[in-house]
T-cell receptor
Framework: DAGVIQSPRHEVTEMGQEVTLRCKPISGHNSLFWYRQTMMRGLELLIYFNNNVPIDDSGMPEDRFSAKMPNASFSTLKIQPSEPRDSAVYFC??????????????FGDGTRLSIL | GQSLEQPSEVTAVEGAIVQINCTYQTSGFYGLSWYQQHDGGAPTFLSYNGLDGLEETGRFSSFLSRSDSYGYLLLQELQMKDSASYFCAVRDNSWGKFQFGAGTQVVVTP
């Protein structure tokens, strides 16, 4: 079975540009999570969705960040305008059945984002 | 405030046993998970403890004491491939949201 698929794997762009990260969760999973990982701050939860509905976006750093989940098989995380401090690895994870305690989160391979 | 505390680094030789402790203080608690992450890779799930006690999965075991807000991951018969970062993560709400610790880097030497 295919795991969580993220694209692009690497992105290098100049500050001020719009960046869009994409995620396809595992089929049948109904929870989706976006994380950011840096050496300084570790693994931070940005936002998560359940059944395509955003549940908690309190981790989104500022208004430059936005996320959508238009359907069960696709989500985007957008940064506009991007800044050098946004450079990080961004992970998407999905999970089956929100109420099932034992279900783990499955992570994609991440997008390594560098803002110059 | 909410926090998860785990050691930053542990070094051990091949064949040894390593215990990584995790203490937590969170607004809610539904369970404790452990994830492994190799350099440049994605976190991968190792274990989950929803109730007190020991869970064993091959060479890895995980323990939870909810009354002490404490858990640990035990790595036995260490192999070179076990060199990685290990994260404890608390599920703190019914939606399956997890808070991750800062991670423990395990270095296995020959």
């Amino acid at each position: 079975d295919a795991g969580v698929i993220q694209s692009p794997r690497h992105e290098v762009t100049e500050m001020g540009q719009e960046v869009t990260l994409r995620c396809k969760p595992i089929s049948g999973h109904n929870s989706l999570f976006w994380y950011r990982q840096t050496m300084m701050r570790g693994l931070e939860l940005l936002i998560y969705f359940n059944n395509n509905v955003p549940i908690d976006d309190s981790g989104m750093p500022e208004d430059r960040f936005s996320a959508k989940m238009p359907n069960a098989s696709f989500s985007t995380l957008k940064i506009q305008p991007s800044e050098p401090r946004d450079s990080a690895v961004y992970f998407c994870a999905s999970r089956a059945r929100a109420g099932d305690s034992n279900q783990p989160q499955h992570f994609g391979d991440g997008t390594r984002l560098s803002i110059l | 405030g909410q926090s998860l505390e785990q050691p930053s680094e542990v070094t051990a030789v091949e064949g040894a046993i390593v215990q990584i402790n995790c203490t937590y203080q969170t607004s809610g608690f539904y369970g404790l998970s452990w994830y492994q992450q190799h350099d440049g890779g994605a976190p991968t799930f190792l274990s989950y403890n929803g109730l007190d006690g020991l869970e064993e999965t091959g060479r890895f075991s995980s323990f939870l004491s909810r009354s002490d807000s404490y858990g640990y991951l035990l790595l036995q018969e260490l192999q070179m491939k076990d060199s990685a970062s290990y994260f404890c993560a608390v599920r703190d709400n019914s939606w399956g949201k997890f808070q991750f610790g800062a991670g423990t880097q395990v270095v296995v030497t020959p």
